[in-house]
């Protein structure tokens, strides 16, 4: 069973579109986050979700919006893409909030043409 | 906020050497110290782990090490196989952060 699970896998999509891309987890973890990791391997957190509450937004623009309908769902939908948004995005769960180990989804990576 | 910084950013070692990744860290409320490995198109994967009442950890080949006054900790690997090649990323956290800070990420490649 996998334990954090996004999807899609690829993403590939113009300029100007709106995407989303899902996240899972059955580990039972109360914390998920949304990290970017970009063409130098940077891994940048965006957001921290903690029991659905929003915990922490890394000043990230207004275009991506992230939803977590339970805690076991963390999903992240992305308005107006950009050129610059082409990355590989990582959903993560922890079991408490920040000092446990993260465990992530395999990644998408979106590409914006 | 936090910020962890990490050297070197790119590492090679012949195999069967050793190899070290050192990491410094800012917030001094910090007090878990995860370190990952990413294989080349792979997510990253805990490897191991301290916290801050320790000073020293180790398992089998991998050890780390943690110096709370000067905020630093390092990473270790004895004897080197082609399988560690991968990007390893230090990382510092706390409860009341709630969000792991990761390094820059070190590139590590083993020579045969």
């Known amino acids: 069973d996998t334990a954090v699970s996004q999807t899609p896998k690829y993403l590939v999509t113009q300029m100007g579109n709106d995407k989303s891309i899902k996240c899972e987890q059955n580990l039972g973890h109360d914390t998920m986050y949304w990290y970017k990791q970009d063409s130098k391997k940077f891994l940048k957190i965006m957001f921290s979700?903690?029991?659905?509450?929003?915990?922490i937004n890394e000043t990230v623009p207004n275009r991506f919006s992230p939803k977590s309908p339970d805690k076991a769902h963390l999903n992240l939908h992305i308005n107006s893409l950009e050129l610059g948004d082409s990355a590989v995005y990582f959903c993560?769960?922890?079991?408490?909030?920040?000092?446990?180990?993260?465990?992530f989804g395999q990644g998408t990576r979106l590409t914006v043409v | 906020g936090e910020n962890v910084e990490q050297h070197p950013s790119t590492l090679s070692v012949q195999e069967g050497d050793s190899a070290v990744i050192k990491c410094t860290y800012s917030d001094s409320a910090s007090n878990y110290f995860p370190w990952y490995k990413q294989e080349l198109g792979k997510r990253p994967q805990l490897i191991i782990d301290i916290r801050s009442n320790v000073g020293e950890k180790k398992d089998q080949r991998i050890a780390v090490t943690l110096n709370k006054t000067a905020k630093h900790f390092s990473l270790h690997i004895t004897e080197t196989q082609p399988e560690d090649s991968a990007v390893y990323f230090c990382?510092?956290?706390?409860?009341?952060?709630?969000?792991?800070?990761f390094g820059s990420g070190t590139r590590l490649s083993i020579r045969p």
């Open positions: 993560a769960s922890s079991q408490v909030s920040g000092d446990t180990e993260a465990f």
């Open positions: 990382a510092a956290s706390s409860s009341s952060a709630s969000k792991i800070i």
């Open positions: 979700y903690n029991n659905k509450e929003l915990i």
